[in-house]
């Protein structure tokens, strides 16, 4: 398809649909604080069943509508998409599509020692890895299952290996793991990946999350910035999340995605799909429409795209700017392993 063909949608506050999280699976085998808390999530969570879950036939042609829509970029996302037993056919249906520039994966990398080359052959160009924490007794208590740095860290050598771009994403929870800051982002700059830290989001209802809890954007800067000076780096596109900054006389990036201290509502250009088929408008949504139930009535692509036009023309959400304290603890919000991060 080319450009010229493909429909440019807005929302109400004039932002684009650009980007695409698709959350490929609910199941994690992590249990980590801040998204799939061990005592909410634990042995006997009822977890979606298999025929709940969108095929790959119904994932790539929902990809399909939305790039005919805007869309660039799709991120698969889950819970943990490597649980996904044919996550290699998706990527490879979704590297066909025309117009889709970009189309990457989240994951907590434990299995990606075992995945990593089958998903660059299928198309994937780059990860980005969770974790939180290089001292082994944090990342345990972190994770929730007694799981320590070095699977993780095995798997980012694996994605190197197989060629794909890679990102580490930690999530910091004061108390937690804020000591880990300048340990992470002296590690990964001296391997020359880029490293992202990720204020404590109240996602979801289960992580007990508090503004207490948070430690800041500016606190990471400067302790990072202490440890080796930092010089900011223009935005690529409109709608980028992260905060980005270069270690001076590095070409090693840094980033901050500061979604409570420095909202960025007003540039948001991502849809999300939860593995059953739900869309939603707004990491923070209390309820999204489905897809799916048009879907498996036997709607075909036009009447998919009407009805996700009709949602994204009428989107209004800016809940991070809104935010209060009875916000945060009192409405109702979609799980952050269910609709993806």
């Known amino acids: 398809m080319e450009e010229r063909d493909r429909v440019k949608i807005t929302d109400r506050l004039a932002r684009p649909l650009r980007d695409l999280r698709l959350s490929v699976i609910d199941q994690c085998n992590f249990r980590c604080v801040y998204c799939m808390p061990a005592e909410v999530f634990g042995p006997n969570f009822r977890f979606l069943a298999e025929d709940q879950l969108l095929t790959v036939e119904e994932m790539a042609l929902l990809a399909e509508c939305f790039v005919e829509l805007g869309v660039e970029k799709i991120r698969l996302t889950g819970g943990e998409p490597l649980l996904r037993r044919d996550l290699d056919a998706l990527i490879e249906r979704l590297s066909m599509i025309p117009g889709l520039r970009d189309v990457a994966l989240t994951t907590n990398g434990i299995h990606l020692v075992k995945w990593a080359k089958r998903l660059k052959a299928a198309g994937l160009k780059r990860v980005n890895v969770s974790l939180d924490a290089l001292d082994d007794d944090i990342f345990r208590k972190m994770n929730g299952i007694g799981v320590g740095a070095a699977p993780v860290l095995k798997g980012i050598e694996a994605a190197l ?166 916000t945060a603890k009192q409405r109702p919000k979609i799980e952050m392993s269910y609709i993806g991060g």
């Open 161 to 326: 290996a197989a060629g794909l771009g890679v990102k580490v994403n930690m999530v910091v929870k004061k108390g937690w793991n804020d000591s880990q800051i300048v340990p992470m982002a002296a590690y990964f700059k001296d391997l020359g990946i880029p490293l992202r830290l990720i204020e404590f989001m109240d996602v979801g209802t289960t992580n007990g999350w508090d503004y207490s809890h948070v430690v800041t954007k500016k606190e990471m800067y400067e302790q990072i910035n202490a440890m080796h000076p930092l010089e900011p780096v223009e935005h690529e596109y409109f709608g980028e999340v992260a905060s980005r900054y270069r270690y001076v006389g590095t070409d090693v990036e840094v980033g901050f995605i500061a979604s409570v201290t420095e909202a960025f509502c007003q540039s948001c250009t991502r849809a999300r799909i939860s593995a059953d088929g739900k869309l939603y408008t707004c990491l923070f949504a209390s309820k999204g429409v489905s897809l799916k139930d048009k879907l498996r009535a036997g709607a075909g692509k036009e009447e998919l795209k009407e009805l996700i036009t009709a949602v994204w023309n009428r989107r209004t959400d800016r809940y991070s700017e809104e935010r209060t304290a009875e």
